[in-house]
């Protein structure tokens, strides 16, 4: 029953079935021991500060605090301690794991998902996430086998309030050139804790609040990557007349940007402009910059024209970071409203680039979206989904129509024509394929895409 629950890249299905306290002591004892015998032969140089100390921290869904104490108690079976920072965004579980320097956190978490998901973002040392090929694979299998009972072992637990530290250190990422009204919308999720704790009281910066009642429920979906859930942001922000809207997700990692006339903001456009802002830094001059590869070419425009070095990436959280590490890029961006800092432990934060955008937008004479404007300079499809059976023969197939252009794989397929190029990808989970196209007009986009819809088909809908 276990192994149901278990995704690419976390844990997650509804509760209480197969999703249950039962699971996430499993779940908790797995990952105890999948850490204890990962860190058995680190050199010492390696190790962290707190090498047997797990933290803990969970979102607002009714069931989360159940959840969160059975795999507390899963963890601590297997000899952990834990540490339960409560009720929190997952990016503070990113922030608490770095800052007292434990071995790795379990966040509980549904993140977009209905109020009925429950789910575990696990992480090991330095907040790195633990994916399927990381150490998931091995968390689900010892997972299988378990029964719950006594193992005549018995970590510590306390519980520690660590919102002072966490406000100075996004805090540290703010600078207002000017006062600034923005409504946020919470989502009825996490932000409506995160954003009065961390943002309240900041002088400059009035915060007009939309669904911040933590209720366990949601009036939308807590998803803004879908445009209709920024319906009730974009009605308020035509009442309010603020200078930025912002929609964080279930969980407060992600956020979606809406301007002042009440347009949403791609988020390889917020990309482009935080790079530039980035890279305009002088101990940041030549940085690399890490987006994924759905986005506008654009960015990668911005990023070289700033003096910096663009950098491709496959499309999810686990690759971004990973590479963002390894070439100590100062920054990142996911066309799904993850921005990623090198300064936040190269780890992703919804409060950071809020942060950051409000502090470069308030140093602007002019509105926002006469400071994206100059970077809608192409013309772009969207993610457009395909109900495709035989996913890699129509990948095959497109390699072969297309071939005259400048073709890779690092994720699914690019292909680049010059004044226009296209991705084409797979589902993880569905018979689907899913396309990005671009092109330097209007008029272009369209007839590329008629093109492509010879060997794609028409788009499902409901995407």
């Given amino acids: 029953?276990?192994?149901?629950?278990?995704?690419?890249?976390?844990?997650?299905?509804?509760?209480?079935?197969?999703?249950?306290?039962?699971?996430?002591?499993?779940?908790?004892?797995?990952?105890?021991?999948?850490?204890?015998?990962?860190?058995?032969n680190v050199a010492p140089a390696a190790r962290v500060k707190m090498e047997n100390t797990v933290c803990v921290g969970r979102d607002m869904r009714p069931h989360s605090p159940d959840l969160a104490k059975a795999l507390c108690d899963g963890l601590r079976s297997t000899g952990h301690s834990v540490i339960d920072v409560g009720m929190v965004d997952t990016s503070f579980l990113y922030f608490a794991i770095n800052h007292l320097d434990c071995v790795g956190g379990v966040m509980v978490t549904a993140s977009h998902?209905?109020?009925?998901?429950?789910?575990?973002?696990?992480?090991?040392p330095k907040a790195k996430?633990?994916?399927?090929?990381?150490?998931?694979?091995?968390?689900?299998?010892?997972?299988?086998?378990?029964?719950?009972?006594?193992?005549?072992l018995n970590g510590d637990y306390m519980e520690?309030?660590?919102?002072k530290a966490y406000r100075l250190h996004v805090l540290s990422f703010l600078n207002l050139g000017r006062k600034m009204r923005v409504v946020v919308d919470a989502s009825n999720g996490m932000a409506g804790k995160m954003v009065p704790e961390v943002f309240g009281g900041v002088e400059n910066l009035e915060i007009i609040p939309l669904l911040f009642e933590i209720t366990g429920s949601f009036v939308h979906e807590p998803n803004p990557l879908v445009d209709s859930n920024l319906d009730m942001?974009?009605?308020?922000?035509?009442?309010?007349?603020?200078?930025?809207?912002?929609?964080?997700?279930?969980?407060?990692?992600?956020?979606?940007?809406?301007?002042?006339?009440?347009?949403?903001?791609?988020?390889?456009?917020?990309?482009?402009?935080?790079?530039?802002?980035?890279?305009?830094?002088?101990?940041?001059?030549?940085?690399?910059?890490?987006?994924?590869?759905?986005?506008?070419?654009?960015?990668?425009?911005?990023?070289?024209?700033?003096?910096?070095?663009?950098?491709?990436?496959?499309?999810?959280?686990?690759?971004?970071?990973?590479t963002l590490a390894d070439t100590k890029a100062v920054f990142g961006g996911e066309l799904s409203g993850h921005f990623y800092f090198r300064d936040n432990f190269f780890a992703d934060s919804g409060a950071i680039a809020f942060a950051r955008l409000l502090s470069v937008l308030s140093h602007q004479v002019g509105e926002m979206s006469t400071l994206i404007a100059p970077l809608k300079r192409y013309s772009q499809s969207g993610e457009l989904n395909f109900q495709i059976e035989d996913k890699d023969?129509?990948?095959?197939?497109?390699?072969?129509?297309?071939?005259?252009?400048?073709?890779?794989?690092?994720?699914?397929?690019?292909?680049d024509l010059g004044d226009w190029w296209f991705n084409v990808r797979k589902s993880n989970t569905e018979p689907m394929l899913r396309l990005n196209l671009e092109a330097r007009t209007p008029e272009m986009l369209d007839e590329k895409l008629r093109e492509l819809k010879k060997y794609l088909g028409e788009p499902a809908h409901g995407h």
Avoid at 113 to 124: C, L
Avoid at 311 to 317: A, L, T
Avoid at 399 to 415: C, H, Q, S, W
């Fill in 233 to 322: 942001l974009k009605a308020k922000m035509k009442e309010e007349r603020p200078d930025l809207g912002v929609c964080f997700d279930g969980d407060a990692d992600r956020c979606f940007f809406v301007d002042e006339a009440g347009r949403t903001i791609g988020c390889d456009m917020v990309t482009a402009l935080l790079a530039r802002d980035f890279l305009q830094m002088p101990e940041n001059k030549g940085a690399t910059i890490v987006y994924d590869l759905r986005s506008s070419h654009v960015v990668a425009d911005e990023i070289k024209a700033a003096g910096g070095v663009p950098k491709r990436e496959r499309v999810g959280h686990a690759f971004i970071k990973k």
């Fill in 113 to 124: 998902n209905p109020a009925n998901y429950n789910g575990f973002k696990i992480s090991g």
């Fill in 1 to 40: 029953m276990v192994e149901k629950i278990f995704k690419a890249y976390d844990v997650r299905a509804t509760y209480p079935n197969p999703l249950n306290e039962e699971a996430a002591w499993k779940v908790g004892h797995a990952t105890g021991q999948y850490l204890k015998r990962n860190r058995q």
């Fill in 393 to 415: 023969g129509k990948i095959r197939e497109i390699a072969d129509a297309f071939k005259k252009g400048k073709i890779d794989y690092l994720d699914g397929i690019t292909i």
């Fill in 129 to 152: 996430p633990i994916g399927s090929a990381s150490g998931l694979d091995d968390i689900r299998r010892i997972a299988t086998t378990l029964r719950v009972g006594n193992t005549g």
């Fill in 160 to 163: 520690m309030d660590l919102w």
